[in-house]
């Protein structure tokens, strides 16, 4: 009996907090499909009474959001596979290959970690000013190519490759580029795609440098889009839910699609030191 | 201890790269911050350097002297010391619930609770503003339901703040719940099954068990939830521009007006120090309550 009970109350606390937990998205989504002014009426609705996809039309027509997409996806994308490049030769080296200064290094590298990366953005900003890279891709792009995190990250896990492995290649005459290539990157599958996710969604996500870099609207990536757009057009809050869910969807697929990845690397990388 | 051969060589090839860009893109500018914050650089040093000049720490005594500094910093203070206990009790309330031998679907769940937090931040901020909303707003209405009067949650001085806090809970405490299940699953189940032995109920196996061992994860958690606490600012960037009133301007969104809306970027390069000094002292602070995993 009481243990019923405590089943009871543990369901019920866990589908209230899911319920809490969905609304605002759920809600996002409605809001989206319903006809314009139906977002604000009292009482509130919960679902459209009937679908209008206008809003979402209206975005990709006259509003150009294809383009911010397109240009979220090329700078998410851009910057993952440099960071996973840049990222898996330096954790490599750092976990087994040997040099002097190697550890000395790494823990300069490590106490990066705790300066605030708004220290960085104001000289950041004049260095990619004269670098003539304002509005450009590589703007955006630079403060991401490569990691202190992601080095860290891939560390961590090439520490547990065998050195006889390694060492067997090298008697076999493979160069040092074959090893990493052949033998480490697909032993580090699994933490490669941890990393992949967590700077595709970073990048996909990150709204200050954006803001500060791209002044020229044709570059804006989504979340700077989805800033400006609120500045003109605040009272359409239907029109302003559909750029909302578009701008989160691809996001969340990839989350859903690689999360059994996501959360295992977030679960090893969180505890393990 | 093996000699040194080729590939050792191979070692500054293999780093070279990341740590050129690291170095280019993030070390130097974090130097040259420290420098541009004893600078007077403003709109008119940005067009001509030739009026650049040193000033040595008066943009930091302009600093002390700026109410709005002052604002901003107690605004980030109230941010951090309510929000981020909060955000971190939320994350181990669902984590608790979800670590129950008795829950199904655990999976399920896991993934409900995270869902916000790879959610674009600017975009949930948005949709939040309506939900905010004193007259269609989804939460007033909910709260006139069980019979709260509306609030006008970003309007009033008094509630934008709490606002600010309530959405930044949902949206990050499945960050830390999934990162606190991990360390609940660490606490070996003898230690649990001599507790019961000895007679321990469920609150004092929570007490005594599950809160010790769980402590280096903890003080983890709260680390990494106040340095990221500390740097808020799209929050209040899209929801209140930092208003009503000043009442959510924070320091990175003070240095974002100074530095990029009026271009006084040597005040604004202090402004990011202070607040650098804030994190690491605070960030100092915390390291002698606990060991963290990091150590």
């Known amino acids: ?273 | 201890m093996r000699r040194t051969t080729g590939r050792d060589r191979a070692g500054y090839w293999f780093i070279g790269p990341a740590l050129f860009l690291i170095f280019v893109f993030f070390f130097l500018p974090v130097v040259a911050a420290l420098a541009l914050s004893f600078t007077d650089w403003d709109v008119y040093a940005l067009g001509d350097l030739a009026n650049l000049r040193y000033v040595g720490f008066a943009n930091y005594q302009r600093l002390v002297g700026d109410p709005r500094f002052w604002v901003a910093l107690r605004n980030t203070l109230y941010f951090v010391l309510v929000g981020g206990p909060l955000s971190v009790a939320v994350s181990l309330g669902a984590a608790l619930l979800l670590n129950s031998s008795i829950v199904r679907m655990k999976g399920f769940f896991r993934t409900v609770f995270f869902v916000p937090v790879v959610t674009t931040l600017v975009a949930v901020a948005v949709a939040w503003r309506y939900l905010y909303h004193p007259r269609y707003g989804l939460l007033d209405y909910g709260l006139h339901l069980i019979g709260i009067a509306p609030i006008d949650w970003l309007g009033d001085p008094r509630w934008a703040m709490p606002a600010i806090i309530l959405m930044a809970t949902w949206k990050n405490f499945g960050f830390n719940m999934i990162i606190l299940v991990a360390g609940l699953l660490n606490i070996p189940e003898n230690l649990y099954a001599a507790a019961r032995i000895d007679g321990a109920n469920g609150w004092q196996q929570f007490r005594r068990v599950t809160l010790p061992m769980l402590t280096p994860t903890l003080v983890f958690v709260v680390l990494i939830t106040m340095i990221g606490y500390f740097q808020l600012f799209a929050e209040p960037y899209v929801m209140t521009n930092g208003g009503p009133s000043d009442a959510t301007l924070s320091i990175v969104l003070l240095m974002y007006e100074e530095g990029f809306r009026w271009w006084n970027l040597g005040y604004a390069a202090a402004i990011a120090f202070v607040l650098f000094a804030i994190i690491l002292g605070a960030t100092l602070l915390q390291l002698r309550f606990g060991r963290t995993p990091l150590q």
């Open chain 1, 1 to 273: 009996m009481r243990r019923l009970f405590t089943i009871v109350v543990v369901y019920a606390l866990l589908g209230v907090a899911a319920m809490i937990t969905m609304l605002p998205l759920l809600w996002m989504l409605a809001a989206s499909l319903m006809a314009t002014g139906e977002a604000t009426v009292y009482p509130p609705h919960i679902t459209p009474d009937t679908v209008s996809t206008a809003h979402y039309t209206e975005l990709f027509t006259r509003l150009h959001l294809g383009r911010y997409l397109i240009n979220s996806t090329v700078v998410a994308v851009a910057v993952t596979f440099t960071a996973l490049v840049f990222n898996s030769m330096a954790g490599y080296a750092f976990a087994k290959l040997r040099f002097a200064g190697r550890d000395r290094t790494f823990r300069v590298l490590l106490s990066a970690m705790l300066v605030p990366a708004q220290a960085s953005m104001l000289p950041l900003f004049l260095l990619v000013k004269s670098l003539g890279l304002l509005n450009t891709y590589w703007g955006v792009m630079v403060p991401g190519l490569a990691s202190v995190f992601g080095i860290f990250l891939i560390r961590q896990y090439a520490l547990s490759i065998p050195d006889s492995l390694l060492d067997a290649a090298r008697i076999d005459g493979a160069s040092e580029l074959r090893i990493y290539w052949s033998l480490v990157l697909p032993l580090c599958r699994p933490v490669l795609v941890t990393l992949a996710i967590f700077t595709f969604m970073g990048t996909w996500n990150d709204f200050m440098w954006p803001l500060i870099v791209l002044a020229d609207a044709d570059m804006h990536t989504l979340p700077v889009a989805l800033a400006t757009l609120l500045g003109e057009h605040a009272q359409d809050t239907e029109l302003m839910m559909a750029g909302s869910v578009l701008t989160v969807l691809p996001v969340l697929l990839v989350f859903l699609a690689l999360q059994r990845h996501y959360i295992a690397g977030l679960m090893g990388g969180g505890v393990k030191g």
